[in-house]
């Protein structure tokens, strides 16, 4: 049963809805059968959005946001999921996701403005006649959004680099795909200080191994600074970026190729220009993947992801967090005696950090969305669990009220299949599901391990690349969502 939740995580969480792949018993978690990656790599949607040193979008007169806890689920008949948020000036927020309910073609970029309260301020589907993924969104300083995707109806191979500049009213300011006649996929866009934008990914179509990690540094209307390839040879991906607060960059994802075991945390420093800071991976005998980093007040960095090399059951919670120069500040494992995986963290107000991913572990059904508070040095000061009968996950940040939003997706709530489902909570975790929903809230005690993770200093191969760049001319198709509410 292991293999059908891992498989079914995955999959779910990108969006792409072919439930018909095979993963076999000793292999590591696959792409669905749809995507553009070859199925060798872990796969999920990083919240780069979370940017710490990006342009401040205008100041907004909006009334304060919504403060009571409230949950609903957004989608059509078939399936929709979620990908990347941020909470917008107006106290809104923004939602990108894929889905197969509404659009031009099989799976369409779904985005989805809300208000503070959950109500759609405005909703639309970018997309041609084949299946087209998001997987990062962020709102940008002149009020708009930056929208990255890898197309199939789109590009110059199997899967570009996707990135769409849209404006404050959801109208495509420029769109443009890069990539070659291979695999390209990005996984996390952010806005720089000079109002570019810094994109990171991978790539089969350039460097040294298979997939290699790929950034590309963007001008304001999307043409290309410096694009390079990280890697070596084998399999090696980046999941997020950030822009650092002296102008550099930090990246974290995976690599196959510099690992102590199957795959190992992998963190690089580059410099503005893309150069080599430093490099380091962390790991143990298993499998380790790092899905979401961020900056932290001290100049270090919070590096989220799970492992099976380390902790209580099968992958468990891993969260690592780092000084400047990558030395361990501290390690700790999360989890159950089953399978729990951390794809995304923000730190607080208060100097803390809140967590959230997906848990067999623990919870109501199948596979709930499983919420920790974590103080700074990592003890927990509450652990929940959210969901119904069936398979519920998501993704989190404080919001400007000291509360918390999470957006994922829900088989247990909603229209047909799995649909967005955006739960507003209170700064203790606290929510009151209506009865009739089906929906419940539990508290958690989690086995929390102290870990020993190998460090090394990497020598990735740098490649300069040379993407073929096309404007694209997505359908854009306004959309209609059905709205279930189950709480209050």
Request: charged share 15%; net charge negative; with cysteine.
């Amino acid at each position: 049963m292991k293999i059908n939740k891992l498989r079914l995580f995955w999959i779910i969480f990108l969006g792409m809805m072919v439930l018909s792949i095979s993963i076999e018993p000793n292999s590591r978690l696959g792409f669905a059968a749809s995507s553009a990656i070859e199925p060798q790599a872990a796969s999920a949607p990083i919240f780069s959005c979370f940017g710490n040193n990006t342009p401040s979008p205008p100041a907004d007169t909006t009334p304060p946001e919504t403060t009571t806890p409230w949950a609903k689920s957004y989608g059509g008949t078939s399936n929709d999921n979620a990908s990347s948020f941020q909470q917008t000036s107006d106290g809104g927020y923004i939602i990108a996701s894929n889905t197969n309910s509404f659009g031009a073609g099989g799976v369409d970029l779904w985005v989805l403005k809300s208000n503070s309260d959950g109500t759609v301020a405005w909703q639309k589907a970018y997309g041609g006649t084949s299946d087209d993924y998001a997987n990062s969104i962020q709102q940008t300083s002149d009020g708009g959004y930056i929208l990255a995707g890898f197309p199939k109806s789109f590009g110059a191979g199997n899967g570009d680099f996707w990135v769409l500049k849209l404006n404050s009213d959801e109208s495509v300011a420029w769109q443009k795909s890069y990539g070659e006649v291979g695999a390209e996929e990005p996984r996390s866009i952010q806005q720089t200080s000079d109002g570019g934008y810094i994109v990171a990914g991978q790539t089969s179509s350039f460097g040294a191994g298979d997939f290699d990690l790929w950034v590309l540094k963007l001008n304001s209307d999307g043409t290309v600074a410096w694009q390079k390839t990280y890697g070596g040879t084998s399999h090696d991906y980046a999941f997020s970026i950030q822009q650092t607060s002296d102008g550099d960059y930090i990246v974290a994802g995976a690599t196959v190729s510099f690992s102590a075991g199957l795959t190992d945390f992998w963190i690089l420093k580059l410099n503005s220009d893309g150069t080599v800071a430093w490099q380091k991976t962390y790991g143990g005998t298993g499998d380790d993947w790092a899905y979401s980093i961020q900056l932290t007040l001290d100049g270090g960095y919070i590096v989220v992801g799970y492992t099976s090399s380390f902790g209580a059951g099968g992958y468990d919670f891993w969260i690592l967090k780092l000084n400047s120069d990558g030395t361990v500040a501290w390690q700790k494992t999360y989890g159950g005696t089953d399978d729990d995986f951390s794809v995304s963290t923000h730190q607080t107000s208060d100097g803390g950090y809140i967590v959230a991913g997906q848990t067999s572990s623990f919870g109501a059904g199948g596979n709930d969305l499983w919420v920790l508070k974590l103080n700074s040095y990592g003890t927990v000061a509450w652990q929940k669990t959210y969901g119904g009968t069936s398979d519920d996950f998501g993704l989190i940040r404080q919001t400007s009220d000291g509360n918390y939003i999470v957006v994922g997706s829900s088989n247990s709530f909603g229209a047909g299949g799995y649909d967005l489902w955006v739960l507003k909570l209170s700064s203790d975790g606290s929510i009151i599901f209506n009865p009739s929903s089906g929906a419940s809230v539990t508290n958690t005690s989690a086995t929390v391990t102290d870990t020993s993770a190998t460090i090394t200093n990497t020598s990735a191969t740098i490649t300069n690349t040379s993407a073929t760049i096309t404007n694209t001319n997505a359908t854009i198709t306004d959309t209609n969502a059905i709205i279930n509410q189950q709480a209050p």
